[in-house]
């Protein structure tokens, strides 16, 4: 072994490219193979992704190691040419190396991990892969639903979190505050459509409102913050001359679209059931007492009307 590690170490330059392109393949085969049989062994899903990740990190890291050993005799006398040709090579590839500086703040600083949902720019989503380029979102929102799945696969380099804003759904307090809009007619029980608000709302988070307070003291315990209320309220303007309540609650960041959907089919039950105290605000305008404008098509009489009218008073 020792004597073949010599051999090569006293190859030529054009010996030692040669060796470097072979082993190169040998190194990547190997690790290819392992990627794809070790995660195998693993049942959780997140785990066969981190062992995935695990095994490309070290086939990277064999080739280089692999390289710098094989032209250690070389090195020297070539790091001048080497540094002229790395500095020419960092003003070509400045996007790529800006997404690989990227790749490394997400991974120290912690931004988000695999399984977080996040929005960077107008893009929300699911975080499925992060690569040493480009992180992979599974899209939310856009024509759907805001936490719903859309179907398509983004694809962000890594660049963008050094540049803008990084808003992370998942981390910390795992809930978010939500609202709807409930409009009445003035004619309607203003004390009791706020009790029946209030009521459906604290029903419907029941089943959050412990573990979104225990969220939230998990929070307070890293970062210093305020000590908001997690309880629904309801709050009362006057639009247009209708009642408009605004129902605010915390909801599970994935769970929007479902809450809306169980408060609105309660309220609905709630308003049906009121024996008129409860009454929907229209936008639609009824006119009263205008008399109708007639056709014009139809308020001209035809020729035939016409001449039949003239025969008769002629007669």
Known sequence: MNDLWRHAVSLSVLGKCIAAVVGILLIHATFRVLEQTLPQRFGRADARYKVRKFIVFSGYLSILLFLAILFEDRLGRLSFALGVVGAGVAVALQDVLASIAGAFSIGFSKLYAVGDRIQIGDIRGDVIDIGLLRTT?????????????NGRIVRIPNSVVLKGSVFNY????????DEIKVVFTTTSDCQFAREMLLRVAKEAIGEYLVAAESSWKAMSDIYESA???????????????????????TVDYRKPTAMKDQLFTKIVQEIADSNGRLEWASSSVTPMNRMA???????????????????????
Do not use: K
Not at 170 to 177: A, D, H
């Open 137 to 149: 979102l599974m899209e939310t929102g856009n024509w759907v639903g805001r936490d719903l799945y």
């Open 170 to 177: 998942s981390q910390g307090f795992q809930f978010v505050w």
């Open 227 to 249: 000590n908001p209320s997690l309880e629904p309220t309801v709050a009362l303007v006057v639009d247009a001359g209708n009642l408009e309540f605004a129902v605010s609650y």
């Open 293 to 315: 404008t007639p056709n014009p098509i139809e308020a001209r009489p035809s020729s035939l009307a016409q001449r039949a009218g003239y025969a008769a008073d002629s007669h």
